[in-house]
Each structure stands twice: as structure tokens, then as C-alpha cells.
């Protein structure tokens, strides 16, 4: 229905645009004086004002629509006034699974009689909706059109629009960080109500697989974040340990050593590490590193678990290479070459010019690229998911299994929708702190790194 | 054994014979840069404990040539250099040559100063010691006193020697860099406009110490500035489109030239 | 060289201590350039196994082990007025069991687990969608389950115990002697891009989750292109610069950097709990991995304005033109390729999203591609995700199948990218 819709303003703004041009051409030469705008734009604005305001209705309708059939069909739900909120969103969804035809067990007749209702006002909200957009591009088409006239300013009037969309669209930027901030930091605080933020904060126990229905037998559920925080620190120095040198000596073996011509052959090839998506880079753990990590810890005495962290956090560690090698590269080659005459002409090898000048003069920019890199290992997701670990253990042993915040956040989030338990709720607070960390590195490194591109 | 010993700075040449000692000598230098040829078979001879000025129009291969003296154009990928250059008779470009030597013997100043992101002490201190020229700390205490005091520097600096060299003035970023390169003890000192980013009273105080230098070591200086050719050297060679057009005694060279382009050049027809 | 005794300082260059000296400093220098060579070799090692291993596991999933088999459905009992409702399961065993005279009853089971357990979905429809094949002889393939595909490419030990392995000595008999009447053929797996998924490895393919992905790729360019462009003009050529102007312009660099499962939970809460868009669905994914891609396109966008040289501008400015006019007509045309160059490469990066689709449901088990934007669906990474987690043997090359086959999609993007920057790109 709504595609229709869409389809249908889409079709009307056309319409619309093209009696407009022709109803300006027939102004232009019946009228002796000076007309302000050409004709395409008296069409434009009429289409603008035909399609956007039926537009914007359609879209907050149907974002709207939902809602609010819930709220009146709750409201003449019997004894929905005594309901809280979880056993609410419990016959809510019960009664829109009957209405859409899959109920697997028998239907109360409450519940079918709040099915009739929905139904009824969902056909009606749909005639509501068509009639109100056809109303909306009537009238926004016929304004659009009388205001045609040899001095009507259509080009300011388009380019006002087109403004305003532009505005908008640069807050859209804005209203996803809101987005961001406001969800998590409302579900967490729904989490914060039931789980003391001292718990979450410095508990030493995680284990949130608590009971989701009172006749499931389960533990009583822990949520001490520091484990899960922990294990996101041992896979994320992991892979610092093996992106950091690996990344600053490729680039500097670029950078210094290398001609022109294998550089223009690597560079390309170590981008591509940067490419893969991560998903494979996690199959790749499960299917290829891991067993070498086992055999590994066989050959020196071990015994390593299926996913360790040293699995992990190698494989994210080799991810992260292309990443840091592109920002030292960049922190070398903003290094003046001034500096590397004065240390050349006072009879420095190269190495000693790299070690002792230039690393020094590029460090504030490495450091900066190391912490973006770390931030990324942080909230890096696929290759935990499919190569960590599940259970939340405080250990440094890289061959040991561990897990992290964004391991935690996807298995309690996995096949649940409602948001009415502590462990759904679980991993929104771990989304905020996991956002914090991560906005807290992102900010000093792009600062770090700004402040260091000032001083050349 | 020693490898640092002070010893008496007597000059050995009698100050009568007009004739120096060669320090350095190019034969037939050529230098390509990829295509573009940008030395065409110069041939100069630097006089030992001199200040040799190097005078032309701009892009006339001055500073190229002056590169080629301690081979710093081998950094540069494109750069090919043909001919013969000697330092004490020996041909730098000789495969035996080590350049880390070379350039510690040839030392040279930059046209804009460009002393490294470090403290003072530090940027005077490093010469001496990636070449392992001194012990200890005392005597490498003792080095950068010294360098830092042959170049003026020392009674503006000695209170903040863990500064940041960077935060110096021209002028004395300059000197700093002067001091970096006498730290480690080179026989000649090549440099390439060294006043061109400075405002006068730091070119005087520059200009000074040159003067100063002089005495123990061997100078070849680029300018563009004429009077401060007349006034800091004693032998001029002037380049012109990648020729070597004349050499001489600066008096000669500013009231006599030979050349007609060095006469249009000193009075100011181009440049 | 000598001594030489010249400066106030002598320094004896070639004395042996000095000469050691140096051997050591050129000996470090080699040592580093030694250790940066070791790094790149390491990265590129990883990249050619981590390449090396998936082409060797996946290439295997491009082709199927299939029976091939005659049936005369003339002879067959088949009401023609419900072909759909004819005994296909006795059709298909009948003439599978030709291929083995005197198959005993005992073996009967093992037997017919060798071929997949659609087989008889499998004719039926070929015979739906082609009724003439009712009228005579034809010739059918129907896969084989997938440890007989295993055992078909070489990937079963025969020397190991029986009972450690999922095809048993009677099943390796019965394969031999179809293998030897001819009955077996690897063909192309057409099925890896033509089905939808399966619980079967044998019958799963990815045209469900290529269709999520374009479905979702889709509805990303729709929005993040328009409203990238838009902001990023806006912020470049019409935005005051002050304090609000400085704080979006922090903010979209900082969206860069947001890991992308926090915008899966903004996907989650926001779309699906607020807006109450059903799971699983391309338009979610789409609106999720447009969040994620606006960043990207605005900077990109600001960067090829900014490169365009300010005579164009001015030169649309002085013949009359207003100031929009001056954008619209010269400035973005001029930027376009490099603009289509950013997003192409964005929406790459898109594809190969996973977490945020996982968090909104495109992880759900569907077995036949989406049909539009509101249908529940996977995604391909999301689709290897589910493969690499199921346990039969045969996912583990279907699953390296599928990444290469994504990996495809990325390269052919990236080349797309390339040739429009080399092609049209302009240098200022
Ligand atoms: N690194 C280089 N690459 C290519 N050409 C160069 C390079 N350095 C200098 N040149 C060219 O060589 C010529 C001489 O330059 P230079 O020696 O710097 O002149 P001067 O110092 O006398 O002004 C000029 O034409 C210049 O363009
Ligand atoms: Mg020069």
C-alpha cells in the first residue's frame, strides 16, 4: 500500500511539474513584462509542493501508525490498565502474531476480540492514510500552480526548499549520534533499574543467560561487566601486538626503503586487508588459525582451547595492519624532508635517520593511528563473535578462551526482540560503555593527530 | 686510543703564499636530475680554510653543486652525478668512500634552519653521537659547550638547553644548526643560503660567525645576496644556467670580472 | 685515511674502532630494513593463504555431485489433472533403484540417503514447469546428499574406520558401481546462485541472500547518496562557519569511527522498537548500512567540491547565475566521478556489513529470495555467517564458496571504482 503511495507522488509531482512548465510558458507569452523565473522552475516549485508535503505526512504516518493503533487497542484491552509494561509488550505481540495469522496455541477470546479491533483500525488508518495524501497532493498541487505568474519568484521559492532539504540532511548526521545516544542510553537505563550500575561496573561475574519465561529452569543471572571488559582487552592487546609493529615497519620499509615501483605494487595489496569484510576474516579464524593455534600450543605443551584469544586477536591484529601502516605512511610522509636532509647531511645511516628523527617527528601521528586502531579492535565484531569465546573469564593466558563486549552484545541480542529482560537490556548497556570507550579513543586520536599536523 | 683530541689551532700555511691548499676539487661535474641536466661539466677548486661563495641566478645549479660536495644528492632517486670530485685528493665517489664519513667531514646548513623536533641539547648532541665521537657524558657535555659556543649561541641557550630547538628564532635556529654541524668536527661546512630566511640582524650575527669559522674550517657558502658575497668571502664562482661562468678572488670577481654575465649579474641586470 | 689533524678537533675516521663502528650502524640499518621486509611479508602471507585457503576449500562448492537417471513418466501413474499431487516420492526411488539391480531391502535406506531428500520435490517441479516431460523417456539429475558429494570430491578418507565416517562401506559400494555405469557427473552448481537456502548443503545456494543484499544495498544509495551530497554542500558551500557547523562537522568524523554493532542496536531500538519496522527485512538493513555510509559520502563529497577551482565558480557567478544555479550546473557535475567513486566504494564496504545485520534479524533462516524491500531476508554476509556456523561438512566449502563469491562482488565493485576515477576522474 504505502509503495503504491509513494509511487503515486512520485507520478503526481511529475504530472504536476509538467502543467506547471507549460502554464509558465503560456504566462511568459501572454504577458508583455519581464518574467522573474524560467518555467522549469515554476514547475519545480509546483512539484515541490505537490509531492513534499504529502511526503513528509506518508513517512510520519507510517512511522506513527503502529503506535498508536497499539495504544487504543490496549486501551479497551480489559484490565490493561493493571498490566506492567513487560506483560504489555507480551499481549501486544501476542495479538498482532494472531493477526497476522500465526497463532500456535488457542486464542483467548480477549485477545481475539482485541484481534477484531486492530484489524478495524488498521483498515481504517489505511483509508485515513490514502485519503489524507490525496487531499494533501490536491491542494499542494492546485497552490502550486495558481501562484504561477510572470512576478512570482519560483527560483527563490525552489531554492529555499532545496536549502531547507540540505539543512536537513546535515542534521542527519546529528540525529543519528542522538539516535545512538538516546537508545542506548534508555534502554541502559531501563538495565540500570533492575542492575545496580555498581554490579554492572565492578562485578567480577558475567553470566547473563538468566530465565526469559518464570517456567524456564536457568541460573539466576550475574552481570559484573569487568570479565567481559577484561577479555575485550586481552583480544584487542592481542591484536595491537601484532598490528603495531607489522603496520610501522611496512611503512616505513615503504616509505624509506622501497622504489617506487614496489611500493606502487604493495601499497595497493596490503589495502586490500583492509577490504575484506570481517565476517571473512572471522570464517578464516574458525577455519585455518585456530587449529594452527592448537597445534602451536601442542608443539610447546599447551593445551589451547578451540577459540582461543590468540586465534582472535592475530587474525583482528592482521586486519588492523593496512590501517596503521597507512596512517604511520602518513605520519612519515608529513614529516618535512628538511628533516631528513639535516639528519642525512650530518652522516646518519637511514636507519638512524628513521629511528632516532623521523619516528620521534611522526610519533604524535602514529600514536594517533594506534589509537584509532584500537578503538576499531575494540568494537571490531565478526571475528570475536565467530572466533571468541562465549564465557566471560578473567584470564591472560592467550590460549584460553575469552569473550568480549561486542561477543556479549550480539549473542544477547540474537533472536530476541523483546526488550524486557535484563539480558536484552545487557547488551545496550554494553553498546553505551563499548560507544564511550570507543568515542573517548576516537576523540583524543583525531586530536593527537590534528594538533601534530599544526606543527608542520 | 683517542678518538678526540684538542689540539693547538695553529694555522699551518704561511699567510703569505697566495696559493692555498685544495680542500676540495670538482673535475668535469655533471649532474642529470631524471631528463633534465642541471650541471654541465664544472670545474672548481676550494681552497682550504676559505669561505668560497657561490653566486648565480636562481635555479642556475648553485645549490646542485653544492649537494654534490658531501653526495647528499644521493638521496634524491633521480639525481645522476657525473665527473670527479675530490675531498684531500680522494675521490668522494670512489665505491670505498663510506658517505656516513663523508657527510660527517662535509658538513652542511641548510637555507631554511631546520633543527629536528628535539631539545636543543639534543639536535647538537646527536652528530656526536651516532658516530660514537664521544665517551661519555661529560665529554659529550662538553662537545655541545663548545659547538654551541663556536657557533654564538651559547650564552642565549645555556639556561634552556632541554628546550625545544624548535622554539627558537631564525636566527638562532640557524645557529643551532651550525652548531649540530661543527659538533661532530667537519673539515668543510657547505651552506646553502643560510640566510635567506633570516631578517638582518640575524644575518649579520650569521654573518659574523662565518667570518669567525673561518679559521679552522673549510667554507663554501650559496648566496644570493651580492654584498654578503663581497663580505664574507674571499674566492667567488659564479654559475649561470648550469655553468660554472668564473672563479676568483671575490675582490677581483666584484670590481674586475672577465665575464660579461658576471658584470650584468654583480650590477644587477638579472638575478 | 689518515688522521687528519686539520680542525680544532681531530677525529681519526679510519681508525679500526671507527671502522667497526660503522660496520655496526650499517649492520642496524640493514637489521631494519630486514624487520620491515619480514612485516610486508608477513601481511602479504597472510593475504595470499587467507585467499590460498578459501579458493582451495571453496572450489569444490562450484560444482555438484549429481545422478543422473531415466524415468518414462508415460508409464508413470500420474493423474494429469494433479500432477502435483502424483506419487513422485515412489516415482523417483522406483528409478533410482533401477540404477542397482537387486538392491536388497535391508540396504534400501542407505541407498536412498545417498541422494539428497528433495529429489522427488526436485522432478516434480522440472515436470510442473515442463508438462511435455510427461509424454516420454527423459533424462533427470537429482544431487547427491551431501556426504556422498564429499565422498564424490575426494573429501572422504575410505581408510578410516567405518564407523568414523558418514558414509558407510554399503553406500561406498553402491556409489562405486553407479559411478561405474556413468550415472555420476560434477557438473557447474548453478544451484549456489540460483536456490535460496537450505538445511540440505547439497540443495543451499545464495540467491536469497544476493537478492537481501541488493535489496539493501538499494535502499542505502537511495538514501545515503541524496542526503550525503546534500549535506556535504550544504556544509561546504552554504553553512555559516561557527560553533553548530564545527560540532556536525566533529560529529560526522567521529560516525566514521563508531563500531558498526553500535549502529546495529541503533537499528534495533530506533527502526524496530520505536518505528515498529518488522526484523529482518532489506529496508532495515538498508536504513542501518545508510547510516553507516553517510559519513563516508559526505566527506568524500566535500573533498572533490572543495577540489574544483574556484574560477569555475566564479565564472558561472559572473554571467548571472545564483548561487545554487552555479552548484548544480558546474560545480557537482564536475565532482561527480569522484563522487560516484566514494559512494561505489562505500556501499562495498556496505556489503560487507555483518554485525548491524545480525542485530536487526537478516540472520533468520528463509528459503526463497526476498521480493521486495519489506520481505524478511538475509544478506551475503550474513549468509555466510549462517553457513559457517552449521555443522555439515558440506557448509565449510559452501561457505568459502559464498565468500568468494562476495569477495567477487567487492572486487567488481572496486574495479568499477577504479576505472570510473581513472576514466572521468579530472585533476585540477
Ligand atoms: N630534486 C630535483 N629534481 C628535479 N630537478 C631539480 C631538483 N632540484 C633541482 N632541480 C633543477 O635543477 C636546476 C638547478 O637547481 P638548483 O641547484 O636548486 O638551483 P639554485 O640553487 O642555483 O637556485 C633547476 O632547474 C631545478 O629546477
Ligand atoms: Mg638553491
Known amino acids: ?456 | 686510543m683517542n678518538v678526540l683530541t684538542e689540539v693547538a689551532v695553529e694555522k699551518k700555511l704561511n699567510p703569505m703564499t697566495k696559493e692555498s691548499n685544495i680542500k676540495m676539487r670538482g673535475k668535469d661535474v655533471t649532474v642529470h636530475y631524471g631528463e633534465k641536466q642541471a650541471l654541465f661539466a664544472v670545474n672548481l677548486d676550494i681552497p682550504e680554510r676559505q669561505v668560497t661563495a657561490l653566486i648565480g641566478p636562481s635555479g642556475c645549479g648553485k645549490s646542485t653543486f653544492l649537494r654534490c660536495l658531501n653526495r647528499m644528492n644521493d638521496t634524491i632517486d633521480s639525481a645522476r652525478v657525473g665527473g670527479n670530485i675530490t675531498l684531500d685528493g680522494e675521490d668522494i665517489y670512489d665505491p670505498k668512500i663510506d658517505v656516513v664519513e663523508l657527510r660527517a667531514r662535509v658538513g652542511m646548513v641548510f637555507q631554511k634552519p631546520n633543527p629536528f623536533p628535539k631539545s636543543i641539547y639534543e639536535n647538537v648532541a646527536y652528530g656526536p653521537r651516532i658516530h660514537g665521537l664521544t665517551r661519555n657524558k661529560a665529554e659529550l657535555d662538553e662537545v655541545v659547550e663548545s659547538s654551541l659556543k663556536k657557533a654564538a649561541l651559547w650564552s642565549e641557550v645555556k639556561d634552556r638547553l632541554q628546550e625545544s630547538g624548535t622554539g627558537l628564532s631564525g636566527g638562532q635556529q640557524q645557529r643551532l644548526c651550525i652548531a649540530r654541524a661543527i659538533a661532530v668536527s667537519p673539515e668543510v661546512i657547505l651552506m646553502d643560503e643560510p640566510c635567506s630566511a633570516l631578517d638582518p640582524i640575524a644575518t649579520a650575527k650569521v654573518e659574523e660567525l662565518i667570518d669567525e669559522l673561518r679559521a679552522n674550517y673549510t667554507i663554501i657558502i650559496v648566496t644570493h645576496s651580492m654584498q654578503q658575497a663581497a663580505r664574507v668571502s674571499q674566492r667567488t664562482a659564479m654559475f649561470h644556467l648550469g655553468y660554472l661562468v668564473e672563479e676568483g678572488a671575490t675582490d677581483k670577481m666584484f670590481t674586475n670580472p672577465d665575464d660579461k654575465r658576471t658584470q650584468d649579474y654583480i650590477t644587477g641586470r638579472f638575478g | 685515511m689518515t688522521a687528519v689533524t686539520f680542525p680544532a678537533v681531530v677525529i681519526n675516521w679510519g681508525s679500526d674502532e671507527m671502522a667497526a663502528r660503522r660496520k655496526r650502524r650499517y649492520a642496524a640499518d640493514r637489521r631494519l630494513q630486514i624487520y620491515g621486509m619480514i612485516a610486508i611479508a608477513f601481511a602479504l602471507g597472510f593475504l595470499a593463504i587467507l585467499i590460498g585457503t578459501l579458493t582451495f576449500t571453496g572450489y569444490r562448492a562450484f560444482t555438484q555431485s549429481v545422478v543422473t537417471f531415466e524415468l518414462d513418466l508415460s508409464k508413470a501413474e500420474i493423474d494429469r489433472s494433479d500432477v502435483m499431487g502424483a506419487d513422485w516420492r515412489g516415482i523417483v526411488r522406483g528409478a533410482l533403484r533401477e540404477k542397482v539391480p537387486e538392491l536388497p531391502r535391508s540396504s534400501e535406506r542407505a541407498y536412498f540417503a545417498m541422494f539428497t531428500s528433495s529429489a522427488q520435490f526436485l522432478v516434480r517441479d522440472q515436470v510442473i514447469r515442463n508438462p511435455a516431460l510427461l509424454d516420454g523417456v527423459a533424462r533427470f539429475s537429482v544431487p547427491l546428499s551431501d556426504p556422498l558429494d564429499q565422498l564424490a570430491k575426494g573429501q572422504v578418507d575410505r581408510d578410516t574406520p567405518e564407523s568414523q565416517r558418514r558414509v558407510t562401506d554399503r553406500q561406498i559400494e553402491f556409489y562405486e558401481q553407479l559411478s561405474a555405469a556413468g550415472a555420476i557427473s560434477k557438473p557447474f552448481n548453478w544451484g549456489l546462485f540460483f536456490n535460496s537456502d537450505s538445511r540440505f548443503p547439497e540443495l543451499a545456494g545464495l540467491a536469497g541472500a544476493i537478492s537481501g543484499s541488493f535489496w539493501a544495498l538499494l535502499v542505502c544509495f537511495l538514501i545515503s547518496f541524496p542526503i550525503g551530497i546534500a549535506a556535504a554542500i550544504y556544509l561546504e558551500e552554504f553553512a555559516p562557519k561557527n560553533r553548530f557547523t564545527d560540532l556536525i562537522e566533529i560529529n560526522i568524523n567521529n560516525l566514521a569511527a563508531v563500531p558498526s554493532v553500535v549502529f546495529g542496536l541503533l537499528g534495533l531500538a530506533v527502526f524496530l522498537g520505536w518505528f515498529g519496522l518488522p526484523r529482518s527485512v532489506p529496508l532495515v538493513g538498508g536504513m542501518v548500512l545508510a547510516l553507516m555510509t553517510l559519513p563516508t559520502i559526505i566527506i568524500v563529497t566535500r573533498a572533490s567540491l572543495t577540489s574544483v577551482p574556484s574560477s569555475i565558480r566564479e565564472a558561472a557567478l559572473g554571467i548571472g547565475a545564483s548561487k545554487t544555479e552555479a552548484i548544480f550546473h558546474h560545480i557537482l557535475p564536475l565532482s561527480m566521478p569522484t563522487i560516484m567513486t566514494g559512494t561505489i566504494i562505500g556501499l562495498a564496504q556496505a556489503l560487507g556489513e555483518t554485525a548491524p545485520l545480525l542485530l536487526i534479524g537478516m540472520n533468520a533462516f528463509i528459503t526463497s529470495p526476498p521480493a521486495g524491500v519489506l520481505e524478511a531476508s538475509t544478506a551475503l554476509p550474513t549468509q555466510i555467517y549462517i553457513w559457517a556456523d552449521s555443522p555439515e561438512r558440506g557448509f565449510v566449502a559452501r561457505t568459502s564458496a559464498a565468500i568468494l563469491v562476495l569477495l567477487g562482488f567487492l572486487i567488481l565493485m572496486n574495479a568499477i571504482a577504479i576505472f570510473l576515477r581513472q576514466r572521468f576522474e579530472r585533476r585540477w
Do not use: C
Not at chain 1, 285 to 304: D, K, Q
Open chain 1, 1 to 456: 500500500m504505502a509503495a503504491y503511495l509513494f509511487g503515486f507522488l512520485a507520478l503526481a509531482a511529475i504530472v504536476v511539474s509538467l502543467l506547471g512548465i507549460s502554464r509558465a510558458r503560456r504566462v511568459r507569452t501572454s504577458q508583455a513584462e519581464k518574467v522573474h523565473s524560467r518555467p522549469i522552475y515554476h514547475g519545480l516549485n509546483a512539484a515541490i509542493w505537490t509531492g513534499v508535503p504529502a511526503f513528509v505526512f506518508l513517512i510520519l504516518w507510517l512511522t506513527g501508525q503502529n503506535a498508536i493503533v497499539d495504544m487504543i487497542v490496549m486501551g479497551s484491552y480489559p484490565g490493561a490498565d493493571a498490566l506492567s509494561g513487560a506483560q504489555r509488550s507480551l499481549v501486544l505481540s501476542e495479538i498482532r502474531q494472531v493477526a497476522n495469522g500465526n497463532n500456535f496455541r488457542e486464542p483467548s477470546p480477549q485477545i481475539l476480540a482485541a484481534v477484531a479491533h486492530l484489524q478495524s483500525l488498521e483498515m481504517l488508518a489505511r483509508w485515513a492514510m490514502v485519503a489524507l495524501v490525496a487531499a494533501l497532493v490536491t491542494v499542494g498541487a492546485f497552490f502550486g500552480l495558481k501562484v504561477i505568474e510572470s512576478r512570482y519568484r519560483a527560483r527563490h521559492s525552489v531554492e529555499r526548499s532545496i536549502t531547507i532539504f540540505m539543512l536537513f540532511s546535515s542534521l542527519v548526521a546529528i540525529l543519528t549520534t542522538l539516535g545512538i545516544v538516546g537508545s542506548l542510553v534508555y534502554e541502559a537505563a531501563q538495565f540500570f533499574a533492575r542492575v545496580p550500575l555498581t554490579e554492572f561496573l565492578f562485578g567480577l561475574r558475567w553470566e547473563p543467560q538468566i530465565a526469559l519465561r518464570a517456567d524456564q529452569v536457568a541460573g539466576q543471572g550475574a552481570f559484573g561487566a569487568i570479565p567481559v571488559f577484561f577479555g575485550t582487552f586481552v583480544i584487542s592487546a592481542l591484536a595491537m601486538l601484532v598490528a603495531v609493529p607489522t603496520g610501522i615497519l611496512s611503512a616505513i620499509y615503504l616509505t624509506e626503503y622501497s622504489g617506487a615501483r614496489f611500493r606502487a605494487v604493495v601499497k595497493p595489496l596490503l589495502e586490500i586487508l583492509a577490504g575484506i569484510p570481517t565476517v571473512v576474516y572471522g570464517f578464516f579464524a574458525v577455519l585455518t588459525v585456530a587449529p594452527a593455534v592448537r597445534s602451536l600450543g601442542l608443539t610447546i605443551g599447551v593445551e589451547a582451547a578451540p577459540n582461543s584469544a590468540l586465534a582472535a586477536g592475530a587474525v583482528m591484529g592482521v586486519m588492523l595492519i593496512p590501517f596503521i601502516s597507512s596512517l604511520s605512511d602518513d605520519a612519515f610522509a608529513a614529516v618535512p624532508r628538511a628533516m631528513r636532509d639535516g639528519s642525512y647531511a650530518l652522516g646518519s645511516t637511514k636507519g638512524e635517520t628513521i629511528r632516532k628523527v623521523l619516528l620521534p617527528a611522526a610519533l604524535p601521528g602514529i600514536v594517533g593511528g594506534v589509537l584509532l586502531a584500537l578503538s576499531r579492535a575494540i568494537g571490531e565484531t565478526m571475528i570475536v563473535v565467530m572466533a571468541a569465546g562465549l564465557i566471560a573469564k578473567m584470564t591472560l593466558n592467550p590460549f584460553d578462551a575469552v569473550t568480549t563486549v561486542t561477543v556479549q552484545i550480539v549473542t544477547l541480542l540474537i533472536g530476541d526482540s523483546e526488550f524486557d529482560n535484563p539480558k536484552t537490556l545487557a547488551a545496550f548497556a554494553l553498546g553505551l560503555m563499548l560507544f564511550i570507550i570507543t568515542l573517548g579513543l576516537n576523540l583524543i586520536a583525531l586530536r593527537t593527530v590534528r594538533k601534530y599536523r599544526e606543527k608542520y
